[in-house]
């Protein structure tokens, strides 16, 4: 009796495997069959409509960006190439409080939801609606979806600088029960912005306490992230007692100098409250941020670069300082002239950043901003750079411990059942890079710039990105919370 050879529809064979736990590579051969990790090991008695040569290239769980602004971008420009070309293959969206559903507008929307486009952008009254589109549009990535507060806060308040009444909280929580019933992954806050700072942390301790049922959790761009940031993240850890949920710091950063250096005290918050419940966070890898332009951060004291303004468009690109100086005003009048902008804030210290990227509970989220016409490089680059600078050039941490970062740490801690590990039976979302070619080519010059380096990715199985171009496949779709078992969920904090 010959025993006949097993059949899968793609074989890659020879790679350097780096199954996304942290542990050292191995060389081995997987096989995809029917959306899904087949077999590993050595498969050279396997038959494969397509046989992928690795030679010994790493392959890798495609990568998952927890932290992005791709809410609208993934149904408006479903090739996604931005996150396509690094080798992302599942996007987290309505971070910082903001998300394109559930929203109804009454006139534009409010800063900072306008990074999502302008009002016709918000056409998903429900979050249901949301899903539908997401699914209609096929994009090239997967998508899972939080809820944003200040997206709630804007349904149901007639103006944002005052706290809710327990009438909007209910109205609130209303939206946000429906959404998680549609399979939302959590609650977002972004309590720096203005839209948001007027919430006291009671409305937001109120509006988490359906987030347990749900196994869903709570992410936060923090109260600050300057001064008075250990006050921020008590805050922070304070919902999650309350609503006994885990909780994800979004883009940890000591933003300011006179907060320089001081990475050292807020992870050691961070690992004290870690003994006590489930929280993580996630940084990108750079040492400037980028949102809207924020009059009160322009003190003189760092560069802020403009990056598009309504009422000047020609002044994108420039420093506020050299626009400052061009009009003859102070920085801070001429902020309020270029209003509504975008910025690149010039405001982190790079050891900080290295110690923030580099600790065992930091994952890895571009916060790239896809609607910018200037975007910081993060949008296109951020996991290539942490992968050849920080990993490869910098040695700050093993290429293992990076792709964990990437991956099954994210996948993990959002309830994204059977991703983030190369795995048989889980979702074969694959990407096969080069460990000595791999590279961030977007500068803050030169932002939408794909990177080198990254040679294959599959989503659910299906190859999407090759060599440097689309192959005009996708096979994204919406990722509802997974069912993984709530012990499963903390466990990864």
């Known amino acids: 009796m010959h025993s006949h050879p097993e059949a899968a529809d793609t074989l890659i064979v020879g790679a350097q495997l780096y199954d996304g736990t942290g542990a050292p590579p191995v060389e081995r051969d997987v096989a995809i069959r029917d959306g899904r990790i087949a077999a590993i090991g050595n498969l050279s008695n396997w038959l494969a409509e397509e046989v992928i040569e690795a030679n010994g290239r790493a392959l890798a769980p495609g990568f998952i960006d927890v932290h992005t ?9 479903p090739q996604m190439l931005p996150k396509i070309t690094q080798g992302v293959t599942t996007v987290i969206v309505g971070n910082c409080g903001i998300s394109a559903s559930p929203v109804s507008l009454k006139g534009d929307p409010p800063d900072p939801m306008n990074l999502l486009g302008e009002r016709d952008a918000f056409q998903y009254p429900t979050f249901a609606a949301y899903v539908e589109a997401v699914n209609a549009a096929r994009p090239a990535v997967n998508v899972g979806a939080l809820i944003g507060h200040t997206a709630l806060r804007s349904n149901q308040m007639d103006r944002l600088d005052r706290a809710a009444t ?65 006050d921020a993240m008590d805050e ?33 918050s961070l690992e004290g409250a870690r003994r006590l419940q489930p929280i993580g966070c996630d940084c990108y890898p ?42 003859c005003v102070t920085q801070q009048e001429a902020g309020k002239r270029l209003q509504p902008a975008g910025a690149v804030y010039h405001n982190m210290s790079e050891d900080d950043v290295r110690r923030i990227l580099s600790h ?52 993990h801690r959002f309830g ?78």
């Open 236 to 268: 922070a850890y304070r919902v999650g007692r309350h609503a006994h949920v885990p909780v994800v710091i979004s883009h940890l950063k000591c933003a300011g100098p006179s907060n320089w250096g001081r990475s050292e005290e807020v992870l050691k």
């Open 69 to 77: 602004h791709d809410d609208t971008h993934v149904i408006q420009s």
């Open 286 to 327: 750079y040492n400037r941020s980028s949102s809207t332009l924020d009059v009160k951060q322009v003190t003189g004291d760092i560069d802020i670069t403009i990056t598009w303004s309504e009422p000047h468009p020609e002044m994108a690109g420039k420093l506020i300082k050299e626009i400052a100086a061009e009009w």
């Open 416 to 493: 994204l059942a059977q991703r983030g590990e190369v795995h048989i039976g889980y979702h074969a979302d694959l990407v096969l890079f080069d460990p000595a070619r791999v590279r961030d080519a977007a500068t803050f010059e030169n932002p939408q710039q794909a990177a080198d380096g990254i040679d294959a990715v599959w989503v659910n199985g299906v190859l999407t990105y090759r060599d440097g171009a689309v192959t005009g496949e996708r096979a994204g779709h919406f990722v509802a919370r997974g069912a993984a078992s709530k012990g499963d969920a903390h466990g990864a904090f």
């Open 360 to 411: 065992p509970a930091t994952m890895v989220g571009s916060d790239g901003l896809p609607n910018d016409p200037l975007p910081h490089p993060r949008l296109w680059g951020a996991f290539p750079r942490v992968l050849g600078h920080y990993a490869r050039d910098a040695k700050l941490l093993p290429l293992e411990e990076a792709v964990r970062k990437m991956t099954s740490l994210s996948a």
């Open 166 to 230: 327990a009438e909007e909280i209910d109205g609130m929580r209303a939206q946000l029960e429906e959404a998680l019933s549609n399979g939302a992954l959590g609650l977002s806050s972004g309590l720096a912005y203005g839209s948001a700072f007027s919430a006291p942390t009671e409305e937001v301790m109120a509006l988490a306490e359906p987030l347990a049922a749900a196994g869903a959790l709570y992410t936060t761009h923090m109260r600050t992230e300057f001064d008075a940031i250990l």
